[in-house]
């Protein structure tokens, strides 16, 4: 599939001696959804700590920061910015001071009336510290009508988009999903403490046990008195995500009470039905398109087998400062087995295609190896629109199905065929009901009005263009 940035990895824990902890172990099964930064912060129920850096979680956190952070809550962040720079500044968990003690805040998700809300604060002399969307959040928590008059459900109902949000006070662990429940976040129980994740594999990571999800525009509120749950939205309209299913999420989580695993091979099966092709093996593009490859083996009847061998130290933090250096990226992160490809009709299953050119590079790589034909199924439509709502591909110009036919595609890719899933395939293959899910990337029919929303997305997009990490390639 490539490196779209994904959005960011929320991880919580009230109640345990060691939260810091579990915090960083619980981030280490998010680490998939940010590899920008990381960060911990943690209470004593009297002042709030926090330590966070650039890179992966093993490189921002050392020993010496955690002994820092020990206390019984916290709550922590991996980062991918689809708004505002990578940068230290935009790191998370965001801890501020102001008029009513200290509050940490972590994010997951993208607010498209940000920029909006900026100006606004701007306007009236507020200063911004970092180019993130969040901190839109605090301006709102601190403005002194808003926190008398509504408290926390005055500020939600003032955003926009996509949020699923953690906040920690001295007192206090929140959890927070926006009322259309684009983003995922789930509430775990260990012994007499509480968790809070992104993805159920962090919670297993721990030895936490499920309870459920957190539901769309509802606060749970975790505290010396227990666990107070509120909603603060009528909304009736749900939204969650469809590509945390088809990408995002791991194969071990369970999310929106849909097994990430099973939903992606049920992906394959379909499309083994919606696009047959006469074939000696089928392979997959690792680690996005395995769930996926195994469904297709399976209903088509065709041997299942490796054809690619992933050097798992070559990360996202690769520096790629031109298109050839990512084309010699593709070849160092993945290497064929000639001995499953050469000579045969080979049927390779990947996720998605965003840009293409990876995609291009690792079918070279097959072709270079003997394959005798490639056929390329995606097990997912093609991505023709915009994501506003937390994924980075928010310009129409970077998506290759938005600006070429599938004939066209294929062509690009030099493969024999070219064939993705069906909008209707897809959204058949889960066991929730269909109206539940955002599927705007793939059909744009954006749950919420985007239109005067979409000029104030692309400016703050545009703003960072020139500062995006080279690394950070779409494909």
């Known amino acids: 599939?490539?490196?779209?940035?994904?959005?960011?990895?929320?991880?919580?824990?009230?109640?345990?001696?060691?939260?810091?902890?579990?915090?960083?172990?619980?981030?280490?099964?998010?680490?998939?959804?940010?590899?920008?930064?990381?960060?911990?912060?943690?209470?004593?129920?009297?002042?709030?700590?926090?330590?966070?850096?650039?890179?992966?979680?093993?490189?921002?956190?050392?020993?010496?920061?955690?002994?820092?952070?020990?206390?019984?809550?916290?709550?922590?962040?991996?980062?991918?910015?689809?708004?505002?720079?990578?940068?230290?500044?935009?790191?998370?968990?965001?801890?501020?001071?102001?008029?009513?003690?200290?509050?940490?805040?972590a994010h997951n998700g993208q607010l498209t009336n940000a920029k909006k809300l900026r100006d606004e604060f701007e306007g009236n002399g507020s200063i911004f510290h970092t180019t993130s969307d969040t901190e839109v959040i605090v301006h709102l928590m601190a403005k002194p009508s808003v926190s008398r008059q509504s408290g926390l459900p005055g500020v939600l109902n003032q955003l926009k988009g996509a949020f699923s949000l953690l906040i920690l006070t001295p007192n206090e662990m929140i959890g927070v999903r926006d009322p259309y429940g684009f983003r995922p976040l789930s509430l775990g129980k260990l012994n007499n403490g509480y968790v809070f994740a992104s993805e159920t594999c962090a919670l297993d990571q721990i030895g936490a046990e499920y309870v459920r999800d957190v539901q769309p525009g509802e606060i749970v509120t975790i505290s010396k008195d227990g666990l107070r749950s509120e909603f603060y939205s009528n909304q009736k309209r749900y939204a969650a995500c469809i590509f945390e299913l088809v990408y995002f999420s791991r194969p071990d989580s369970s999310v929106y009470g849909e097994s990430v695993h099973l939903f992606r091979k049920r992906l394959g099966a379909k499309l083994a039905e919606e696009s047959p092709v006469d074939a000696d093996v089928v392979i997959s593009v690792?680690?996005?398109?395995?769930?996926?490859?195994?469904?297709?083996?399976?209903?088509?009847?065709?041997?299942?087998?490796?054809?690619?061998?992933?050097?798992?130290?070559?990360?996202?933090?690769?520096?790629?400062?031109?298109?050839?250096?990512?084309?010699?990226?593709?070849e160092l992160k993945l290497n064929p087995l000639k001995e499953t490809v050469a000579g045969k009709r080979v049927i390779v299953i990947d996720d998605s295609i965003v840009r293409g050119t990876t995609s291009k590079s690792r079918f070279g790589l097959l072709r270079k190896a003997g394959a005798k034909e490639i056929h390329a199924r995606i097990s997912c439509p093609p991505h023709r629109h915009p994501c506003y709502y937390g994924i980075d591909f928010q310009q129409k110009g970077e998506l290759i199905a938005a600006n070429?036919?599938?004939?066209?595609?294929?062509?690009?890719?030099?493969?024999?065929?070219?064939?993705?899933?069906?909008v209707e395939g897809m959204m058949s293959c889960t066991t929730q009901p269909r109206q539940n899910f955002c599927n705007a990337c793939f059909t744009s029919d954006y749950p919420t009005n985007v239109n005067e929303e979409m000029d104030n997305v692309t400016d703050s997009f545009s703003v960072d263009e020139a500062e995006r990490p080279a690394h950070c390639v779409i494909k």
């Open 1 to 105: 599939m490539g490196y779209i940035k994904e959005h960011c990895g929320l991880f919580g824990v009230y109640g345990c001696e060691d939260a810091a902890e579990k915090v960083y172990y619980g981030l280490y099964s998010l680490q998939h959804r940010g590899e920008e930064s990381a960060g911990i912060a943690s209470t004593d129920g009297k002042d709030i700590i926090c330590r966070k850096g650039m890179g992966l979680i093993s490189d921002a956190l050392d020993a010496r920061m955690l002994k820092s952070l020990r206390n019984p809550v916290a709550i922590g962040h991996v980062r991918y910015s689809t708004f505002g720079s990578s940068n230290i500044e935009n790191a998370q968990p965001m801890l501020v001071d102001y008029y009513r003690g200290k509050v940490a805040i």
């Open 286 to 330: 690792p680690e996005g398109g395995n769930s996926a490859a195994i469904g297709y083996s399976h209903a088509a009847s065709i041997p299942f087998d490796r054809g690619f061998i992933r050097n798992h130290y070559v990360g996202r933090t690769f520096i790629l400062p031109q298109q050839d250096m990512r084309h010699r990226f593709v």
């Open 404 to 422: 070429k036919t599938v004939e066209e595609t294929r062509k690009f890719l030099n493969v024999e065929s070219l064939s993705y899933l069906s």
